[in-house]
């Protein structure tokens, strides 16, 4: 883990970064993002040691950093710029096994881990492992630039908006070879981006910054839910979440009281309830809030019903769904079961909520009408 502890950083009396804490969790994509000058660079260039904090700690693993050797430590992790930065004058075999190279590691050993880091990148080493940087188009630079970072099979990987010079195309396909090669290879990468859409897409934890202040670290989806204050809701923008779907979850659409009945209440009363509430169906629970049934107003019509319960035209096989579970399953179950309502039960079965067709409407159309109003 990476820690640091009431980090600051001036300029004369100029203040960069004031207060930064911030733990960064081993084998995950923590990102820092920000507005262009709020210091995200500089954070990043302190973990290893480009620039030294006017006070504050930075640990690794509970090491301070300023224990180790600051060209060892900055060997000992990936580093990816904007620019690049490989080598114009060395080819890109050369850009790639330069940090190995010096720290003289096998020449087999060497060209074998070469050829798997093209193949990583999607590089055919054929082509252009003799090549000189130029002879490159943008993503392909910045392809060897991350196969260079990964080479030396570092623990850590600095990346500094890696991306943010490349075209949409460009720039949405390595996001998602990051995101895959993250998956195989487990490092503790700190990415820094200005683009929230990239953020969300990529990162484990998201710390936002504001004017050299850390001012939210949480989860993509619990910034996207609850933005800490009004900076972060601008910077995220309300609408943000519909673009990512997944992250919408049936708790938050679903409708928290749903009218209920128990098995014992009779239909007259249940009729009574129904129509009070103005709903078609009501939710059959026990003491426990158990859901037991849907009882529906269009199976009581040309029925006699006199002395007979809930539980006497119970409909029991239903369908449900968990409060966990994203609007796109939620949407997949509505369509393929040509459903209108459906109870919303946690793992136990206790009802929680309720969705409706219209319930899912007024949701959905809720991401138009902000829209408009922009
Ligand atoms: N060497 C320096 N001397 C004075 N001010 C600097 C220096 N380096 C960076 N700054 C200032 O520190 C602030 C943060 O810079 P930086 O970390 O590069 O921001 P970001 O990467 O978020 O765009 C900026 O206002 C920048 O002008
Ligand atoms: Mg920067």
């Known amino acids: 883990m990476i820690r640091l502890e009431n980090v600051s950083k001036n300029y004369k009396d100029k203040k960069i970064l004031q207060n930064i804490n911030l733990e ?4 995950a994509i923590t990102t820092l993002i920000g507005e262009s000058g709020c210091g995200k660079t500089t954070t990043l260039k302190m973990i290893n040691r480009l620039i030294e904090p006017s006070s504050g700690t930075i640990t690794i693993d509970g090491q301070d950093i300023r224990k180790k050797n600051p060209i060892a430590l900055r060997r000992s992790m990936g580093y990816v710029i904007q620019q690049t930065g490989l080598f114009p004058h060395m080819t890109i075999r050369q850009n790639i096994e330069l940090i190995s190279k010096i720290e003289k590691k ?3 050993k060497i060209k074998e881990r070469t050829l798997e880091m093209m193949e990583m990148v999607g590089l055919n080493a054929e082509e252009y ?11 392909q630079q910045q392809r060897v630039g991350i196969a260079r970072a990964f ?3 570092p623990k850590i990987v600095l990346m500094d908006e890696p991306f943010s010079a490349l075209d949409p195309l460009t720039r949405s396909s390595l996001q998602d070879e990051l995101i895959h090669l993250q998956e195989n290879y487990h ?33 993509p989806e619990n910034i996207l839910k609850h933005p800490a204050n009004d900076f972060v ?6 609408k943000r979440i519909w673009t990512s779907p997944n ?7 679903m409708m928290d009281h749903p009218v209920t009945c128990k098995p014992n209440f009779s239909i007259f009363y249940c009729l009574n309830k129904m129509k009070m509430s103005h709903v078609d169906t009501l939710m059959v629970v026990d003491e426990k809030k158990k859901l037991q049934g849907i009882l529906y107003a269009s199976s009581l019509t040309n029925v006699n019903y006199e002395n007979k319960k809930a539980r006497d035209f119970i409909e029991n096989d239903f369908l449900s769904v968990h409060p966990e579970d994203s609007i796109i399953d939620l949407l997949k179950i509505i369509d393929e079961n040509k459903i209108s309502t459906m109870p919303v039960v946690d793992h136990k079965g206790i009802l929680k909520g309720l969705i409706t067709r219209s319930s899912l409407l007024t949701s959905l159309s809720q991401q138009f009408l902000e829209k408009e109003e922009q």
Do not use: C, W
Not at 24 to 27: E, F, K, L, P, T
């Open 233 to 238: 809701r601008t910077f995220v923008g309300n």
């Open 151 to 153: 080479a030396s099979d």
């Open 24 to 27: 960064i969790q081993d084998n």
């Open 187 to 219: 490092k503790t990468i700190v990415f820094v981006t200005h683009d929230m859409d990239e953020a969300i897409k990529i990162s484990d934890k998201i710390a936002i910054m504001d004017g050299g202040k850390l001012v939210q670290y949480d989860t």
């Open 106 to 108: 096998d020449p087999k």
């Open 247 to 253: 992250l919408i979850r049936v708790e938050d659409i």
């Open 129 to 139: 492992l003799d090549r000189y940087p130029s002879e490159l188009s943008g993503g």
